[in-house]
């Protein structure tokens, strides 16, 4: 395969110590891969506009593949790839990264990359983390850790893949506010999350109205005796972290996603005072009056 090699030489976008000096290529489009990526929408009106830039100016930064037996998969630019034919180009240049990467490692510098440039919509950064979760087997703790996220917003990230396709859609294509959608879905039935989605969709209720009717709901079902739960019971568990540290939780109906979404409401309280320079038990104190 002949590739000509232009004298200058790039860096890997996000300046990675192990992409430095990579020597730049112009490489055949046709010969170049493109696999299902964490991205998973292009606007086409944007594609055009670049397509009619590309024609002007050319491609300014270089398309990241690597090998993967005789292939040369598109790793990081594929947008650019889409918009280069488009604009009738037969060649684009690549730096080309000769190193293995596990699936985890490919799915983490495309969440990071996507995330500091256009920004991946809510669902595809859902889905893309959930992906990222299976292959490193990483907590949602560590994984918001790793990504720059607050624990607050992994689970309301997290929470719309629990929701039905159709209210997904309309999260996709920008009808449903993440905020509203992760408000639906903290009501339990499905039916009721497509009705709630549908008339905040065309604008009928706010957030703050489907968190109102859900609790209202809740609450209707708990005195109706209907098959939610209707035992009080407070459960108590202590978390030993090592060290001599431990975290006690209480409270109803303990699972693994009630815990994480509590200590995530938690630390972002904490950060709320964390500036105003208060002792512990001042911080509680505050804390509790915010109820």
């Known amino acids: 395969m ?4 232009q004298n200058r030489r790039a860096k890997f976008p996000n300046g990675s110590d192990a992409m430095q000096d990579k020597a730049m290529q112009n490489f055949e489009i046709e010969k170049l891969v493109c696999r299902p990526q964490v991205r998973e929408r292009f606007d086409d009106e944007a594609l055009v506009g ?16 690597r090998r993967d037996g005789s292939e040369f998969v598109v790793l990081e630019g594929e947008r650019r790839l889409r918009a280069a ?3 009738g180009m037969t060649h684009v240049p690549v730096i080309i990264d000769d190193r293995e990467l596990s699936g985890a490692e490919v799915v983490y510098r495309q ?11 809510p669902l595809e950064k859902a889905k893309a983390i959930r992906r990222l979760i299976q292959e490193t087997r990483w907590s949602a703790a560590q994984t918001a850790v790793k990504l720059g996220i607050s624990p607050g917003m992994m689970t309301k990230l997290l929470s719309l893949l629990n929701l039905p396709e159709s209210v997904q859609q309309k999260v996709e294509s920008g009808a449903l506010p993440l905020t509203t959608a992760y408000a639906i879905s903290r009501e339990s039935d499905s039916e009721s999350q497509r009705e709630l989605a549908n008339e905040a969709a065309n604008g009928g209720l706010r957030r703050e109205d489907v968190i109102r009717l859900t609790k209202s709901r809740k609450a209707h079902r708990r005195s109706a005796g209907k ?5 009080t019971r407070r459960e108590r568990l202590t978390i030993p972290l090592g060290g001599g540290r431990s975290v006690a939780v209480a409270g109803p109906s303990l699972t693994v996603s009630s815990m994480i979404e509590w200590l995530g409401d938690l630390i972002e309280r904490l950060r709320a005072v964390q500036g105003r320079n208060v002792e512990v038990s001042e911080a509680v104190k505050l804390i509790a009056s915010q109820g």
């Not at 969440?111 to 919509?121: H, Q």
């Not at 098959?227 to 035992?231: A, G, L, S, W």
């Open 85 to 87: 034919k488009m604009a």
């Open 111 to 121: 969440i990071i990359v996507n995330c500091s440039r256009e920004g991946l919509e």
């Open 2 to 5: 002949a590739l000509s090699k």
């Open 227 to 231: 098959p939610q739960r209707t035992t």
């Open 50 to 65: 670049l397509a009619q830039t590309m024609k002007e100016t050319g491609i300014l930064q270089p398309l990241l593949v």
